[in-house]
């Protein structure tokens, strides 16, 4: 499969079956994202609380506003290889190009049987939460 049909495929998930708006596609140097807005939130930011060493979850400004942010999809093949190099190279490159950090990038998984998995992935390391 190539790479416009991958990122085609996504494109229409995120469309019709999750109900994204306003997507459009970035080429940046070596990768294809797209970027659009969900029905829905996704999730309340999660920011490292350093007094209780967790994690504490609070909404954005703009959540708290009732408007929805942008969020950022890397289409990627199930059996790809995508190692942290990689992942950083995905962050470096689209830093660059929007000329701001970036915080998380969804990766959208085609599997052979057009099922498509969405996974985040944030920028450097995050402890993990406790329950």
Avoid: C
């Amino acid at each position: 499969m190539n790479k416009e049909t991958l990122v085609s495929q996504v494109k229409q998930n995120l469309s019709f079956y999750n109900l994204w708006s306003d997507i459009t596609e970035i080429q940046t140097t070596s990768f294809t994202f797209l970027q659009g807005k969900p029905k829905d939130p996704l999730t309340v930011q999660s920011t490292i609380d350093s007094t209780t060493d967790g994690i504490s979850s609070e909404l954005t400004k703009e959540q708290e506003q009732g408007q929805i942010p942008y969020e950022l999809v890397y289409p990627i093949r199930l059996d790809s290889k995508l190692s942290p190099r990689d992942i950083h190279q995905l962050f470096k490159e689209l830093e660059d190009f929007k000329g701001f950090k970036i915080e998380k990038i969804i990766a959208g998984i085609l599997n052979d049987d057009s099922t498509i998995v969405y996974y985040n992935i944030y920028n450097g390391l995050v402890k993990p939460r406790r329950n």
